[in-house]
């Protein structure tokens, strides 16, 4: 079991101490970076003062993105799937 390493996340301007393991590490601090950058984005583009709007705006963009993708996923393997059937059977049709 790989032991958990303890790093310092800032988002919006405060700090959240958390417990990670090294392999996630990267990925977090990513994550963070990717909030920051689009709570920025937001600050600029609607001038607001209020991280907290901007932060409510982050997380509904984040959220509408997942959304998008999890749908892009199904239906990307509905596809695969109808493929797949399509070549069982034209293979159970030739044997």
Known sequence: ???SIK???NIAGRHYPMS????EEQTIREAGKIIND?????EHQY???DKQD???MCSLQIAVKT?????EDVQDSTEFNNQIQE???KIQQVV
């Open 20 to 23: 990670v393991s090294p392999e």
């Open 54 to 56: 901007a932060l409510a």
């Open 38 to 42: 689009i709570v920025k984005n937001f």
């Open 47 to 49: 001038q607001t003062r």
């Open 87 to 89: 070549l069982i059977s």
């Open 7 to 9: 790093i310092k996340l």
């Open 67 to 71: 959304l998008q993708l999890e749908k």
């Open 1 to 3: 079991m790989a032991e």
